[in-house]
């Protein structure tokens, strides 16, 4: 376990768990949280083959710190601009470009760049009784950590643009039936069904998982005839593993394959 004062950040047997902690303010980010995430992620893959992530307390995360960007009266306004370069879009880009699965364990309320952290992961998986918040139009923002982009590929337009405009409470249940998220659980259940997870992503094919959601999310930008050039790529390459050759041999041999994510 590192020491971090706004997260705790732990990997253990192939699983890195990454917890949001600052349940006072429903986990939302100072720039010194920032940080903490952002070393944390750079440690990583390492020797995990998955990550998880979670809020402490009652929260997911409220997105940023509002109580950092109060203005006096004759003060500048804050650059928003530097500080989503700076941090938010790192974040986001480095979550996608973990070459491990990325599991959001969303444990309650998931606010503006909490929300969109969240679906940024790889699998979502709510507690019934959190709920995703495209908070910004409450602030005269625009949904950022990409909201934008993840909202309509995911739900639609008309989806998209009621949850922004509107920046409705969407329960855990909903977000689920909307295809927004994997799966909504029992709040009593979520960790075991997360840590289930967790589990076996630990000892799956790594590198084959790596460049499914590779494919998938680089695919959003391609043809038809592009991605099936990327899928023989892939292919090509991950039947060189040693993964592919023990899931050949575990096949024919009848019984358990033993994937090393090599
Ligand atoms: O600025 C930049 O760098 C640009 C990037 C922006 C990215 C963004 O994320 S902008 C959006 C920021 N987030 C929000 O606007 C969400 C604000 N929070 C809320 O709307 C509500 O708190 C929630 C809907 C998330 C939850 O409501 P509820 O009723 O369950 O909880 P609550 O009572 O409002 O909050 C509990 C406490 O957390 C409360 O503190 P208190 O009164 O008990 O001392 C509240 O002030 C605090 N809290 C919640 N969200 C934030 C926060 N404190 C600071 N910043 C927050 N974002």
Redesign the pocket.
Known sequence: MSHHKYILFASEDGVARLTFNRP???N?FNTDMHAEVRAALATLPGEARVLVITGAGRGFC??????D?AVAPGEAA?D?AH??ERN?KPLILALRALPVPVIAAVNG?A????ANIALACDLVIAARSASF?Q??S??G?VP??GGTWFLPRLVGNARALGLTLLGD?LPAEQAAAWGLIWRCVEDAELMTVVDGLARQFASAPTRGLARTKQAIYEGLNRTLAQQLDIERDYQGELGRSADYAEGVAAFAQKRAPRFTGK
């Open positions: 006072d303010r429903l939302s409220a997105g940023q710190d509002l109580n960007r804050p928003l500080s989503i938010y309320v606010a503006g760049a909490g918040v908070a910004f409450k602030l923002l950022d950590s409470k």
